[in-house]
């Protein structure tokens, strides 16, 4: 659907409601829904849970958003969970790279007390109420089989 189409289809539909960002990112109004749950994307994690879902290195590939609204409204709303979610690895210069990070290599999007759920492929690490060494741990177990002995030695 082009622009012209989509703006046709938006216009006086009655199905559609727009609000102001300062409604659709409020924390009070997120925070009051019922089971509100986020999942978003990640560039990468590091062992303590801090995320980058902005950018590779130097080069931006997106930005932080709505992202730490919408993971705060979850965390604290009546039975709601925030999940980051990414793969374990990603290709970077055709080599394969952890997704998982002793540090970061971009901004830090998301900080590590914001971050409760991360997910792979490999399996679900729950970060709430752990301390630091057991993040690292729970990441450990969800990074790809081949950069584990890497993460922990460091």
Do not use: W
Not at 19 to 48: C, W
Not at 90 to 116: F, H, M, P, W
Not at 135 to 140: E, M, Q
């Amino acid at each position: 659907m082009d622009s012209h189409n989509l703006l046709s289809f938006a216009s006086n539909n009655t199905a559609l409601l727009f609000r102001s960002v300062s409604q659709t990112h409020s924390l009070g109004i997120i925070s009051a829904l019922p089971k509100f749950s986020v999942i978003n994307s990640a560039v990468e994690v590091g062992l303590s849970g801090q995320v980058n879902t902005e950018a590779i290195g130097t080069k931006y590939v997106g930005s932080v958003g709505g992202a730490v609204g919408f993971i705060r409204g979850a965390n604290v709303s009546d039975g709601g969970i925030s999940i980051i979610a990414l793969p374990s690895t990603a290709g970077v210069n055709d080599e394969k790279c952890s997704q998982i990070t002793l540090a970061l290599n971009g901004s830090t999007s998301i900080a590590r007390s914001d971050t409760y759920v991360v997910v792979t492929e490999y399996r679900v690490a729950d970060l709430r109420g752990v301390s630091i060494q057991e993040r690292r741990r729970s990441l450990l177990k969800i990074a790809h089989p081949d950069f584990r002995d890497m993460l922990e030695a460091k």
